[in-house]
């Protein structure tokens, strides 16, 4: 039988919905790719959450509010520490956080309602 840390690393390779928050909160998660990221790394490569938002969405004008140098690594980072998205990324539009959210989810390899469990934990 395997202990907690070994069980929990497995759980979170699967696609499932038992996954060990701890884990997750720590940056041990699966890319898309499915290799396991520990830092974050390829969170740090990507473009800023307002240049990949008005890449995709270039007919929503309130895209331009968004936070211009705010990047993906630190969105998560914010989420970790209990900022709600909208005031991390400085726009109060459900739409928009939806989007991102669900951006962030897909470049995490997670389902939505794990980052909203980590969004709304104790």
């Not at 907690?4 to 499932?16: D, L």
């Not at 790394?41 to 140098?69: A, T």
């Amino acid at each position: 039988m395997k202990g907690g840390k070994a069980m929990a690393k497995e759980r979170i390779k699967q696609v499932t919905i038992t996954y060990d928050l701890d884990y997750v909160l720590e940056y041990h998660y699966t890319t898309i790719d499915g290799k396991i990221d520990r830092a974050g790394n390829h969170l740090k490569n990507e473009k800023s959450v307002r240049e990949w938002y008005m890449e995709h969405y270039p007919q929503d004008d309130m895209g331009c509010e968004i936070k211009s140098k705010l990047k993906w690594d630190e969105l998560f980072e914010k989420l970790r520490c209990g900022v709600f998205t909208c005031a991390a990324i400085g726009v109060e539009d459900s739409l928009i956080r939806d989007r991102i959210d669900g951006h962030l989810c897909r470049m995490l390899n997670i389902p939505h309602m794990v980052l909203d469990a980590i969004k709304f934990r104790d």
